[in-house]
């Protein structure tokens, strides 16, 4: 079985789509396909379908949406080599259902192994190749997560968790990059990173140190000016610390490579070309 969540929902079965048309029963594939070969119980799947008040007859018709889900796994079984039925594939167990992917691919599951390579090799000082494996992870999203989902409370919750985990994984490997001296190719894409977040200081501080080792002083100032504004306006609140202590070495640093101790904001500040 082949499962895409991270933008819009594939799911295919000897490579024929099983994704349904009808809203409902394709709310129930996309939770149970993003937590393939675990089971989703009955109550998540119908929180999911009808929040906190569903009908008298939701078990029965959650019941009916994995009966629709099953005659489209059949068609999709139709001469498998296996030999497998429908429950095989979506499984009935006590108090809730599985979706088992028989060893398939998952787009999420890619993501996630590919994302903690790159985090140990940041981990590790092998810099090219944390930015390798990051871009790899974050080259698998095609856009938001379920993004042709009608999603309930379920999928709203996991798509607020994938969105945190994509941008915990870009904002590592823009990191990467700054250490290996791509500032300048990097500059493009943090403009539109840091109008699309406008609150989020670990990116504005990496447009910050990539405008500045492009020799572009008064414009890595102005951004934090411009964060600065933000969120006093919208959150009352002022920088923080580590931001600020950034904007100040800008502000005092000069060109010359430091002997300093590798944490500190004005080493960082160092042209690495």
């Avoid at 999928?155 to 300048?184: N, Y």
Wanted: hydrophobic share 40%; proline share 5%; charged share 25%.
């Amino acid at each position: 079985m082949d499962i895409d969540v991270l933008g819009a929902l594939a799911v295919q079965e000897n490579k024929v789509s099983i994704t349904p048309t009808a809203p409902k029963p394709r709310q129930v594939l996309a939770l149970l396909a993003l937590h393939a070969d675990r089971v989703v119980p009955v109550s998540a799947l119908m929180a999911e379908l009808w929040g906190t008040t569903p009908p008298r007859s939701a078990r029965t018709t959650l019941q009916t949406y994995i009966l629709q889900l099953r005659e489209l796994i059949a068609r999709a079984l139709e001469g498998d080599a296996q030999q497998r039925t429908p429950k095989d594939v979506l499984v009935t167990t006590p108090g809730g259902y599985l979706l088992a992917s028989f060893g398939g691919r998952s787009d999420v599951r890619e993501f996630e192994r590919l994302a903690g390579l790159g985090y140990r090799a940041m981990d590790a000082g092998d810099f090219p190749g944390a930015a390798r494996q990051l871009s790899q992870a974050l080259a698998l999203w095609s856009g938001t997560p379920f993004a042709d989902v009608q999603a309930g409370p379920q999928l709203e919750m996991e798509i607020k968790r994938l969105d945190e985990s994509r941008l915990c994984a870009l904002d590592q490997r823009i990191e990467a990059d700054l250490r290996l001296g791509r500032h300048r190719e990097l500059l493009a894409e943090l403009t539109v990173l840091v109008n699309r977040y406008r609150t989020h200081e670990s990116l504005h501080a990496q447009f910050m140190l990539a405008l500045y080792r492009s020799g572009r002083r008064g414009e890595a100032l102005s951004v934090y000016q411009g964060l600065r504004a933000t969120l006093v306006r919208e959150l009352g609140l002022e920088p923080s610390a580590g931001l600020h202590r950034l904007q100040r070495s800008i502000l005092m640093a000069n060109c010359e490579p430091v002997a300093a101790a590798p944490d500190t904001a004005k080493e960082r500040l160092a042209p690495t070309s």
